[in-house]
């Protein structure tokens, strides 16, 4: 029994010594395992803000146009033959010797079928183009159909852009007279409470005279409509209207409007705001003296202040251009002459 007691006591001491062994090798990084560990930490080390690999790095296979571009430098430049090429790089003879067509080539069919159900029906998604493919009798996968559907991005959102039409250039040059070209503006400004407001302003190019400014937060192609339809009632309509390519200046409901009423648009060219030169100089004379001179705190306001400015444009302020006379007394005295010539 005490022999049997020793040879136990002996065992347990052993393996005490032992796992003192493995502790002391784990402590101090020695032993197969830990130096594997290390030499992976080492190898996948990342940068900071990177994304740490999960084992060794590999290099990443060559795709099948460069396994085939190696077939060929190897047999050309270092005189191999085809098997012993095909060999190195892994490739099969019979993959060589296969003509190479273009994915595209062979997906055209496809291609050109979808574009011509996007160019009829732009709503559609993959699953109502795919079975009515199916409906004429065309058999393809969907999976293909939905991989060249995905290529030609038809599953993104399809936005079509409001093209505008090709515009010519316009000269400036106005006769002296009311009412033979009018020109037409916006113009964006804030209330002191930090509310966006608009004003369209109406300038008779012929003799400078300032006709309207409408003023609110919202200012779409029917409130233009309603605005020329008072000057209409109290001065009469021009024969042409000058106006940039705004959203409000190119719907047909202004087009039908002037089409009513025989009245000419002359749009600008697009990013041209010099061939709308008078109403921009306009703009820039009552923003200095009406929006960057005041704080607003409503809509009332702002339009008590265009109204007396515009009073004051008119019929006392000296313009430059008109030989230092209000544009009210220009336009009488062109009227004067023109009367005087009619009557001669």
């Not at 296979?61 to 430098?73: D, Q, Y």
């Not at 090429?85 to 979808?114: F, G």
């Not at 202004?254 to 009245?263: C, I, Q, R, S």
């Not at 600008?268 to 009406?290: D, H, K, L, W």
């Amino acid at each position: 029994m005490s022999a049997t007691r020793d040879e136990s006591c002996d065992l347990l001491q052993m393996e005490k010594q032992v796992w003192r062994y493995r502790c002391f090798r784990a402590e101090t990084g020695q032993g197969t395992r830990s130096r594997e560990r290390q030499a992976q930490a080492d190898v996948c080390q990342s940068g900071f803000g990177e994304r740490r690999d999960q084992g060794a790095a590999r290099k990443k296979a060559l795709a099948p146009i460069e396994v085939r571009e190696s077939v060929g430098h190897l047999t050309q430049e270092k005189n191999m033959s085809v098997t012993q090429a095909c060999k190195i790089v892994s490739m099969s003879r019979s993959s060589w010797y296969r003509p190479v067509q273009n994915q595209k080539e062979k997906d055209q069919t496809i291609i050109d079928i979808l574009n011509e159900i996007v160019a009829k029906r732009r709503r559609w998604g993959f699953w109502k183009c795919y079975n009515w493919m199916r409906n004429q009798g065309m058999e393809w996968n969907h999976k293909r159909v939905h991989r060249i559907y995905c290529a030609m991005g038809l599953n993104l959102p399809r936005r079509t852009k409001k093209r505008i039409p090709s515009r010519d250039k316009q000269t400036l040059e106005v006769a002296a007279r009311a009412d033979v070209m009018w020109s037409m503006d916006f113009m964006h400004d804030t209330l002191y409470g930090g509310r966006k407001f608009r004003t369209l302003n109406i300038l008779d190019e012929g003799v400078r005279e300032a006709l309207a400014i409408e003023v609110n937060t919202s200012l779409p192609a029917e409130r233009v409509v309603r605005v020329l339809d008072q000057l209409k009632e109290r001065r009469g309509l021009p024969k042409q209207i000058r106006v940039d390519n705004g959203p409000e200046f190119i719907p047909q409901t202004l087009v039908l409007w002037a089409e009513e009423n025989g009245v000419k648009l002359h749009h600008i060219q697009p990013g041209r705001p010099t061939q709308n030169a008078y109403i921009e100089r306009f703009n820039r004379t009552f923003r200095n003296e009406v929006l960057n001179a005041y704080v607003f705190d409503d809509l009332d306001e702002v339009r008590d202040h265009a109204w007396e400015w515009m009073i004051d444009y008119n019929e006392q302020r000296p313009h430059d251009a008109l030989g230092n006379i209000p544009p009210t007394i220009y336009r009488k005295k062109m009227e004067q002459i023109s009367t005087y010539e009619l009557s001669a």
